[in-house]
């Protein structure tokens, strides 16, 4: 648009220079070799303008046709170029569709058409080629001669990387990462693999540089970057706890700051700070945390915050935790663990039975068992208790790739990902797992019943054509057999005084002492059953 202005332009000017030179009349007197030549002003700048072009003109033939050798080879160089590509993007579209052949006979074509050192794509498209054709060897020898073209340095150590993954030889796959992390730290499969090494190797602060990193070059979202900053804290605090107290303490602090919510950050913070007497500060830090989500570990370090207390003492904290998060099974679980320390079993009881009602689990049944063998000793109920519990949910536990823990780690000891680990139930039994009867209803017994003659009287033998009555007699007798009439005064009397006696049956072994089934159980039972074997 700008070009076609400013060729109007020009062309304006020209008319107006024409229009003025047109209404100022003059002649033009030229002497050359004895002659005058004279010739009006306005004829005069025609020409003038006409010879110009026409040298123009000139100028551009001369000069095409010096240039025509070049022209010509260029336009065939262009269109080889063009064909070239053709091939190199027809063999992309092969190798990401899979077919190994097409991409290996258009990267030869491409090869042949365009020199690999202008097209560095040719390298990846070979290297793609050879992974599709199984020859991995010269896929990783391509890899590797890319190391030295720094446009290709990065997909090089990709590839390397890709390649030592599939081998398995983890070390080689974190070499190649943590060097192309170094060139370009927003590599987002460079920078996990390299966490994961150094998260591996214990190097709390290099892992929380990489993060800063990740975070700088917006790499991972604001949440997360804090995420992982308050599992590495978290981490190091845990580390330095007993070498270094005060860097343990200012790294957990950090951690809790940046994730209240987050249990083990509060543990390690109060504990850091219990450990230099600040109790006010650090009892705060586990009641935000309880009030956040209430965790076992945060109620433990919170009712033994002061060595020193006595038991009742404890239990008093443990009744404060309770009132910050009432109607909570954790909650109740806590004062009951308090109450069974200090012999107070109605409160253990009152509130280990609360904790059934609002989540039957497995640990509130074995409080309860542990309840009653202190207070009772009545190991009938204990085992009951305690089968419930087998047949009750697991309690929560920090759960990583199919690992239960009791403590929680920094990273997965399967697969090294870091903040793998959840505090949830485990997989392995959401619901009962041992079959039982106890809540089928009790059937009536069986009546014992006799025949009403004696057996030892004989009736004649009679022989039976009908095949149907044969089969229907055969009927009766098995009915008789299920069905017997009752043992009565008459049917012993009519028993011949020569019949033989038999000798009683065995007595059955005496089966171990039950505890029995409380009646009351049968309301809490699921429906869904789960066979353990």
């Given at each position: 648009?700008?070009r076609?202005?400013a060729f109007l332009i020009?062309v304006f000017?020209?008319?107006?220079g024409f229009?003025?030179?047109?209404?100022?009349?003059g002649?033009?007197?030229?002497?050359?070799?004895?002659?005058?030549?004279?010739?009006?002003?306005?004829?005069a700048?025609?020409a003038?303008?006409a010879?110009?072009?026409?040298?123009?003109?000139?100028?551009?033939?001369?000069?095409?046709?010096?240039n025509?050798?070049?022209?010509?080879s260029r336009?065939?160089?262009?269109?080889?170029?063009?064909?070239g590509y053709?091939a190199?993007s027809?063999?992309m579209i092969?190798?990401g569709?899979?077919?190994?052949?097409?991409a290996?006979?258009?990267?030869?074509e491409?090869?042949?058409?365009i020199?690999s050192?202008?097209?560095?794509?040719?390298h990846?498209?070979?290297?793609q080629?050879s992974?599709?054709?199984?020859?991995?060897?010269?896929?990783?020898?391509?890899f590797e001669?890319?190391?030295?073209?720094?446009?290709?340095?990065?997909?090089?150590?990709?590839?390397?990387?890709?390649?030592?993954?599939?081998?398995g030889?983890?070390?080689?796959?974190r070499h190649?990462?943590?060097?192309?992390?170094v060139?370009?730290?927003?590599?987002a499969?460079?920078?996990?693999s390299?966490?994961?090494?150094?998260?591996?190797r214990g190097?709390?602060?290099?892992?929380?540089?990489?993060?800063?990193?990740?975070?700088?070059?917006?790499?991972?979202?604001?949440?997360?970057?804090n995420?992982r900053?308050a599992v590495l804290?978290?981490?190091?605090a845990?580390a330095?706890?007993?070498?270094?107290?005060?860097?343990?303490r200012t790294?957990?602090?950090?951690?809790?700051?940046l994730?209240?919510?987050?249990?083990?950050?509060?543990?390690?913070a109060?504990?850091a700070?219990?450990?230099?007497?600040?109790?006010?500060?650090?009892s705060?830090?586990l009641e935000?945390?309880?009030?956040?989500e209430?965790?076992p570990e945060v109620?433990?370090?919170?009712t033994h915050?002061?060595?020193?207390?006595?038991?009742l003492?404890?239990l008093?904290?443990a009744?404060?935790l309770?009132?910050?998060?009432?109607?909570?099974?954790?909650?109740?679980m806590?004062?009951?663990?308090?109450?069974l320390?200090a012999?107070?079993?109605s409160?253990?009881?009152?509130?280990?039975e609360?904790?059934i009602?609002m989540?039957?689990?497995?640990?509130?049944y074995l409080?309860?068992?542990?309840?009653?063998e202190?207070?009772?000793?009545?190991?009938g109920?204990?085992?009951q208790l305690?089968?419930?519990?087998?047949?009750?949910?697991?309690?929560?536990?920090?759960?990583a790739d199919?690992v239960?823990?009791?403590?929680?780690?920094?990273?997965?000891?399967i697969?090294?990902?870091?903040?793998?680990?959840?505090?949830?139930?485990?997989?392995?039994?959401?619901g009962q797992?041992i079959?039982?009867h106890?809540?089928?209803?009790?059937?009536a017994a069986?009546?014992i019943?006799?025949?009403?003659k004696p057996?030892?009287?004989k009736?004649?033998?009679?022989?039976?054509?009908?095949?149907?009555?044969?089969?229907?007699a055969?009927?009766?007798?098995?009915s008789?057999?299920?069905?017997?009439?009752?043992?009565?005064?008459a049917?012993?009397?009519a028993v011949p005084t020569?019949?033989e006696?038999?000798e009683?049956a065995?007595?059955l072994?005496?089966l171990?002492?039950?505890p029995g089934v409380?009646?009351?159980e049968?309301a809490?039972?699921s429906?869904?059953?789960?066979?353990l074997?």
């Amino acid at each position: 648009m700008i070009r076609l202005l400013a060729f109007l332009i020009v062309v304006f000017a020209l008319g107006l220079g024409f229009a003025w030179l047109a209404d100022r009349p003059g002649d033009m007197v030229v002497t050359f070799s004895g002659y005058q030549y004279q010739v009006s002003l306005m004829v005069a700048a025609v020409a003038v303008v006409a010879v110009v072009a026409a040298v123009m003109i000139l100028w551009w033939l001369l000069k095409s046709l010096w240039n025509s050798p070049y022209t010509i080879s260029r336009y065939f160089r262009v269109r080889r170029r063009d064909r070239g590509y053709q091939a190199l993007s027809t063999g992309m579209i092969a190798a990401g569709a899979g077919d190994g052949a097409l991409a290996r006979k258009k990267t030869k074509e491409a090869a042949k058409l365009i020199r690999s050192d202008q097209e560095p794509l040719i390298h990846l498209l070979e290297a793609q080629a050879s992974l599709l054709e199984g020859d991995h060897e010269g896929a990783r020898q391509k890899f590797e001669s890319m190391l030295d073209d720094p446009e290709m340095r990065l997909l090089g150590l990709r590839g390397l990387y890709l390649e030592a993954e599939r081998l398995g030889d983890r070390n080689a796959a974190r070499h190649y990462a943590g060097r192309a992390a170094v060139m370009a730290p927003q590599l987002a499969w460079a920078a996990e693999s390299t966490l994961e090494e150094l998260t591996a190797r214990g190097d709390w602060d290099g892992a929380l540089k990489l993060v800063d990193a990740q975070k700088s070059t917006r790499q991972i979202e604001r949440d997360a970057a804090n995420r992982r900053r308050a599992v590495l804290l978290t981490a190091k605090a845990q580390a330095l706890a007993d070498s270094d107290p005060a860097a343990a303490r200012t790294a957990a602090i950090e951690a809790n700051r940046l994730r209240p919510d987050f249990a083990p950050a509060a543990v390690a913070a109060a504990a850091a700070l219990f450990k230099q007497n600040d109790v006010r500060k650090g009892s705060k830090i586990l009641e935000a945390a309880w009030k956040a989500e209430p965790h076992p570990e945060v109620a433990e370090l919170y009712t033994h915050a002061r060595p020193g207390d006595a038991v009742l003492d404890r239990l008093n904290r443990a009744k404060k935790l309770q009132e910050m998060k009432k109607n909570h099974a954790e909650s109740s679980m806590t004062v009951a663990r308090a109450a069974l320390d200090a012999q107070d079993f109605s409160t253990a009881r009152r509130e280990a039975e609360a904790a059934i009602r609002m989540d039957r689990r497995e640990g509130a049944y074995l409080l309860l068992a542990d309840i009653e063998e202190a207070e009772t000793g009545d190991q009938g109920k204990v085992r009951q208790l305690l089968s419930r519990a087998v047949r009750a949910p697991r309690d929560p536990a920090w759960v990583a790739d199919g690992v239960v823990s009791e403590r929680w780690a920094p990273v997965s000891p399967i697969t090294g990902r870091l903040d793998a680990f959840e505090w949830r139930a485990p997989m392995e039994r959401l619901g009962q797992l041992i079959d039982s009867h106890e809540d089928a209803p009790a059937s009536a017994a069986p009546v014992i019943e006799a025949l009403a003659k004696p057996t030892s009287e004989k009736r004649p033998a009679e022989v039976i054509d009908d095949t149907g009555r044969g089969e229907a007699a055969g009927k009766d007798a098995e009915s008789l057999e299920d069905h017997v009439r009752p043992i009565t005064a008459a049917a012993f009397a009519a028993v011949p005084t020569d019949a033989e006696g038999v000798e009683p049956a065995e007595e059955l072994a005496r089966l171990p002492d039950d505890p029995g089934v409380d009646p009351d159980e049968g309301a809490e039972k699921s429906p869904r059953r789960f066979r353990l074997f």
